[in-house]
């Protein structure tokens, strides 16, 4: 039986990787000028996809120009580093790939000398600085990729002025080899803000990074994906998985995964094959969710009333204030759209539409659910932490208006979900 391609749920080695070639191209350069990075993006995008491919032994001499061979790259997971990881302990696990190579350097080699001098001072800031300085002076870059770098901030030792003071300080300045990328969920705005108060009147600590928001695939790399099946998907089935999973890297994979298998296991259907599998995945959209603020989470549902409202054929949710509403979201709206969630259509109200239809489905759901109890849609919105966001009493009503009708009409399909569903369906072919 031939290996499924697809893979979704891990994070993947550079042979399954596919496209990111404009931040490819960014942090290469990027890394050439010494500069230090930051991979922001919601969760399953790809973060820890790219870092590997970035700093893995396969990738780099075809990435830098020659160079990888005088770097050091060193990937961390700051999400398993132990509650009681102490400085110490952190230091000696990231500049491993130095001890590494200490055989082959000559026993009194400066290298050698500096690394034990850090070691016999707990790698303490002081002789770090020392360490880069040689390294940089040597002619060699000390790559230091750290995954889920937003962890951090909960992590008991860590967490501290000197902690982030020594990484800001050996990353900012040319005099040192340190280049860092780092992966997070939370944007640098907040990593900056969550740790002002070490620093109340320096500069932020992560403002020596570029920042990359990761969003959707391009087109021709959705394309790339899809030629993992070979000549096995149709083109109409093509269609409606990207409309399905929009270009989100995880939700494409995951929908190709399922349509392979069904052909795999000769489904006369395919279709609801497809949606029932993919059940699976809802998990990963409260993940998100959770990961939002108010603001981005408001401005997605009325987004998604929108996209609901034109496939109800304009069943007239939207009031006058809440499409002044839109108009004072649009920041938010902006970010959803860079992060892939959301595109532009003017054939909607507002102007976006969801880019996937499991997540228009799954937040339909939702609603489905807290109109299906007595419960209030005050309550509701208090639930999914929307009642956080900053909106005036007529906006509020006009949103709670809306997404009540919404709710109301999404009901009266006896499958709600399969009510989004089976606008795609069709698309499917029964063989
Ligand atoms: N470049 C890519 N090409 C193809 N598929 C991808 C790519 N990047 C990510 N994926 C898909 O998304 C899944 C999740 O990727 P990854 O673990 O790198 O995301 P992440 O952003 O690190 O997630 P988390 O926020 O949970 O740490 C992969 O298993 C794969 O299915
Ligand atoms: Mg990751």
């Not at 929009?246 to 395919?270: F, M, S, V």
Request: contains cysteine.
């Amino acid at each position: 039986m031939p290996q499924n391609p697809f893979s979704y749920g891990k994070a993947l080695s550079p042979n399954h990787f596919i496209g990111r070639s404009k931040e490819i191209r960014r942090i290469v350069n990027r890394l050439l000028n010494g500069e230090s990075t930051a991979l922001i993006g919601d969760p399953h995008i790809g973060k820890t996809s790219l870092l590997t491919y970035l700093v893995h032994s396969d990738t780099r001499q075809s990435l830098y120009e020659g160079k990888a061979a005088q770097w050091y790259f060193s990937m961390m997971d700051t999400q398993i580093l132990g509650g009681q990881l102490t400085p110490v302990q952190f230091w000696e696990q990231a500049l491993f790939p130095i001890k590494e190579s200490l055989d082959k350097e000559p026993p009194d080699s400066l290298l050698n000398k500096h690394y034990a001098l850090c070691k016999e001072n707990n790698f303490g800031n002081f002789t770090l600085e020392r360490l880069f300085l040689l390294l940089k002076k040597i002619g060699r870059q000390f790559v230091l990729a750290l995954d889920e770098f937003d962890t951090l901030l909960n992590h008991p030792v860590l967490n501290s002025a000197e902690f982030y003071g020594g990484l800001r300080s050996f990353a900012s300045r040319p005099e040192f080899a340190l280049v860092l990328i780092i992966a997070s969920r939370t944007p640098l705005s907040q990593l900056n803000s969550r740790t002002q108060k070490f620093n109340p009147t320096g500069s932020p600590f992560f403002n020596i990074f570029a920042e990359i928001t990761m969003g959707a695939l391009t087109d021709k790399e959705v394309e790339k994906l899809f030629s993992l099946a070979g000549d096995r998907f149709k083109d109409h089935e093509k269609h409606a998985i990207k409309a399905l999973a929009g270009k989100h890297p995880y939700l494409l994979q995951a929908t190709c995964a399922a349509l392979w298998d069904a052909y795999e296991e000769d489904e006369i259907n395919r279709q609801p094959y497809v949606v029932q599998r993919l059940q699976e995945v809802n998990f990963f959209f409260s993940d998100t969710w959770r990961t939002w603020t108010p603001e981005i989470r408001k401005a997605f549902t009325i987004a998604a009333i929108a996209h609901q409202e034109r496939l109800l054929k304009d069943a007239g949710f939207f009031g006058e204030n809440l499409m002044t509403s839109i108009e004072d979201w649009k920041p938010e709206l902006r970010e959803l759209e860079n992060k892939g969630w959301i595109e532009k259509d003017e054939q909607y109200q507002g102007g976006y539409k969801i880019s996937s239809e499991i997540m228009l489905a799954w937040l339909s759901d939702e609603l489905i659910k807290a109109a299906r109890t007595d419960k209030s849609f005050e309550s509701w919105l208090q639930e999914r932490g929307i009642d956080g966001a900053f909106i005036s009493v007529d906006e509020k009503k006009a949103f709670v208006e809306a997404a009540k009708k919404a709710a109301g009409v999404i009901k009266q399909a006896k499958e709600p979900i399969k009510d989004v569903f089976d606008l795609v369906k069709g698309l499917f072919g029964a063989s």
